[in-house]
Structures are given as C-alpha cells and as structure tokens.
C-alpha cells in the first residue's frame, strides 16, 4: 500500500523540520523517500512519494499539512458558487511537473529492479477533502452536496476527472509502470450513492485513461482500483475496466475471489494493525491470507497503509512471510 512513510526512521530523518507540500514538489526528496523502503525490503515495486491532494492544489485551491492534524484546506468549498473558485482549466503539465520530474528520476533510479507505480485520489475521495476541509469521520458536509447540490456535485466530479485523466496520463509518459486510483472514502457512501457519484467516474478514468494510452502510442499499463469499504460493490468494481481491485482487510478473500469471478487480479489484504503482533503471529496471519487468494492473480498487501508507530522489523516479517508462503504454496501444486 503505502510503503514510503512515517514508520521509517530514515524518512522521519529526511522529513524533518521541512514542509510536506515542499517535499512532495523536489522530486528529488520524492525519490529518495520512493526509494527509502526498497534499501530495507525486498518489495516487488515501488510507489511513487507524492500526496493526493496535490490535485485540489493544481484547481487552485491551498492545501496545508498541519503538525498533529493531518491535511487542511483553510478555504474549503462550502457552497456550489464557491465552484467559480476552482481553475477552469488546469495546465496539468504545468501544475504537477514536478510530479513527472520524480517519477522519470526514479525510473532512472531503480535502473529496472522493480516497476514503478504511479497514483492518484479518485473524484468522490478528493471532493471529500474539498468540502470537508479536512479529514472527518463522518463526510456529513460532503455528502450534504450529494443530496443538496446533485448537479454542482457531479460538475466538480466531472472536473476532478478531467484533471486525474490527464494526470494519470502525464504519470505513464513520465515512466509510471502501473497505475493505482485511491478511493479511500468509498466506505462513507452506501451503494446508492456510490453507483451515481463514485463508480461512474472511477469507470470513466479507466476508460480514457486507456484510450488515449493508445491513441497516443503510449504503453498500456496495468490499473488497480483501491475503494476502501466499499465490499457491497466489488461485482461492480470487477467490470469497470481496472486489471486489479485492490480490498481492505474487512473481505473475506474467497468471497471475494467468488464474487468478481476470475474477471480481475485482486491486492490485499492483511490488516494493518496486524504487524502490532509477535513476528510469529504475522507469519500465520500471512499464511491463512496467501491461502485463501491463492498464488494466481494475486498482489500480497496490506489492506490500508501503515502507522507512525510501527516497527519496521515486523514490516520485514511480512514481507518475508509472503516470499516464504507463494512459495510453499507454489511448490505444493
């Protein structure tokens, strides 16, 4: 999931005493903290350092990282007419270059040891943070638009999509080997909801994403859809378009496996506050979770990212309890 971060005391070190948003726009500090995990683990790809919400920054509006808080938006969009805020037309290039920048020195970087995967925040996701101003575990202002402003709702959906496109775009040309789309806050919406002001736009991405890949020559990528919580849409996240449906620790994986029919590979999905318990217990944890996918299309992860306060020693446990595990499985065949 989010491999570079808080639980190394290395990129604590590099982080220190520096702005968040200012590290994310060095595309050098970018690949340095990219590359950070890959001196300890033996992972099977890399991801890109870099934040979601730099694309509300890109539509112009502030975006700060506040000690103890987490992101904060100081101006966030409270009514439709604040919508007029936004940029109308977002010069992507421009805007996150320096995004491209980290991704293409990176590429260089790793000189071909493992792949490098791009990403970004889907519409639903970002327009939370927009709204809300902040992280919320309810939405409630978020999802007031929804069934307040049905049709301001779906203009910012539209153009979040429009920018995540050509973002998402920009990533491959820069060297992005895989793509991942993040709707951390599917979880909020119920299935109603989700299928008008989610799933559309998430099929959307996927199928411009692709089309242009190939209009413009570009090499197809692999895509993976992470929509956290959202277990009642599985069938349907299984046929928008993504080679890849990325679950949370709260799936059952033989039900998923069951329930998207073979039509994808699946990513997932060992709690995260699983790597709190002795080395021991992670290996069995990773044992019963490699059994019930199965070593065919099948990505070993975690089902959300990791905290601060985790050791890095146990981050290797499950790392080499994966290794450990397909392998055994595989020779068992």
């Known amino acids: 999931m989010r491999q ?15 702005d968040f948003f200012e590290t994310c726009r060095s595309p ?12 300890r683990f033996p992972f099977d790809a890399a991801i890109i350092f870099c934040d979601i919400l730099v694309v509300p920054q890109a539509l112009g509006m502030e975006v700060l990282m506040v000690p103890g808080k987490g992101p904060t938006f100081p101006e966030p969009l409270k009514e439709p007419e604040d919508l007029l805020r936004l940029k109308p037309q977002v010069d992507v290039a421009a805007e996150l270059g320096y995004v491209f920048k980290a991704i293409t020195l990176t590429r260089h970087k790793l000189e071909g040891k493992v792949p490098l995967i791009g990403f970004t925040g889907a519409p639903w996701t970002l327009m939370t943070y927009m709204i809300e101003g902040a992280g919320s575990p309810t939405m409630s202002k978020a999802k007031r638009w929804l069934y307040c402003h049905p049709e301001a709702s779906h203009k910012l959906l539209r153009q979040l999509t429009d920018v995540i496109v050509e973002y998402l775009l920009g990533q491959v040309s820069a060297g992005a080997q895989a793509l991942q789309v993040f709707e951390s806050h599917a979880g ?12 559309p736009y998430l099929r959307d991405i996927a199928r411009r994403v692709k ?3 190939k209009e413009s020559g570009l090499d197809m990528v692999p895509m993976i859809v992470f929509a956290k919580d959202a277990h009642y849409a599985l069938e349907d996240l299984s046929q928008s378009r993504y080679e890849v449906v990325g679950l949370d620790w709260t799936v059952d ?4 496996r069951a329930r998207t029919g ?6 997932g999905n060992m709690d995260p506050c699983g790597l709190y318990a002795p080395k021991e217990k992670i290996g069995e944890i990773v044992k019963k979770m490699v059994e019930g996918f199965g070593t065919q299309r099948y990505i070993a992860n975690l089902g959300h990212g990791l905290y ?26």
């Open 4 to 18: 570079a971060g808080r639980y190394l005391p290395e990129f604590r070190e590099a982080r220190a005493g520096k």
């Open 28 to 39: 050098e500090a970018c690949c340095e903290l990219t590359l950070q995990p890959l001196r």
């Open 188 to 199: 909020c919406l119920g299935p109603v909801q989700f299928n008008e002001f989610a799933l």
């Open 211 to 213: 089309e242009k890949l």
């Open 253 to 256: 994986p033989k039900e998923a």
């Open 262 to 267: 073979g039509r994808v590979s699946l990513q």
């Open 308 to 333: 601060p306060d985790m050791d890095p020693d146990h981050v290797g446990a499950f790392v080499e309890a994966v290794h450990t595990h397909s392998k055994q499985l595989q020779e068992q065949k």
